[in-house]
């Protein structure tokens, strides 16, 4: 019996352009890498830019690789999500996105993708976005990927979130004549 060799798995992470977006899918591509599988990590290149520990990650996680995407905003544009948030998502929707899909099409195709001198990948099998990023599950979805959207909240914010119908149904919320 002649065994098909199956590739490996490739995943694309996309987080939301800010610290508490970035960090938590961090970690989750180092879990990712941990268990063999291929993972690019893509970053605006503002976020891009301000990533020290890249090249020591790289080192220790041979299958991690970083990619940038513009976010379209000029480079003196603050980012900061407050007042912020408004612009920021309009020009991930309306830059970031044509450009994410162009860069899922090329890491899709059938052939091996090169990524350096130092190896190739194999064709992304997987998007794990944010789930801010709507934008990023439509294209994901034109392409044929499957996508996973994640929260990358912590278990209290997820915990209130949850709670949240239960005090509206005992009249808790709002907090209406007080």
């Known amino acids: 019996m ?3 060799l199956q590739p490996q798995p490739h995943v694309l992470l996309l987080p939301f352009p800010a610290q508490g977006h970035i960090k938590p ?53 603050p980012r900061s999500i407050f007042p912020y948030l408004l612009d920021i998502v309009t020009s ?17 195709s059938k052939s091996d993708v090169v990524v350096d001198a130092a190896g190739q990948l194999p064709p ?7 789930g801010i990023m709507c934008f990023a599950i439509d294209a994901a979805e034109e392409v044929g ?6 929260r990358t909240s912590g278990a209290c914010s997820v915990w209130c979130y949850l709670c949240l119908p239960k005090l509206i149904e005992e009249g808790e919320l709002p907090f209406g004549g007080q």
């Open 145 to 150: 990927l499957p996508v996973i959207a994640v």
């Open 124 to 130: 992304l099998s997987c998007v794990i976005t944010d």
């Open 92 to 108: 991930l929707r309306s830059t970031t996105a044509p450009l994410l899909h162009q860069l899922l099409l090329s890491l899709t």
């Open 2 to 4: 002649e065994m098909k």
């Open 25 to 77: 899918m961090l970690t989750l591509a180092q879990l990712l890498c941990h268990a063999g599988i291929h993972v690019t990590f893509v970053n605006t290149e503002h976020n891009h830019r301000h990533l020290t520990q890249r090249e020591a990650l790289s080192a220790r996680f041979p299958t991690l690789h970083f990619r940038s995407i513009s976010d379209g905003l000029p480079s003196d544009h």
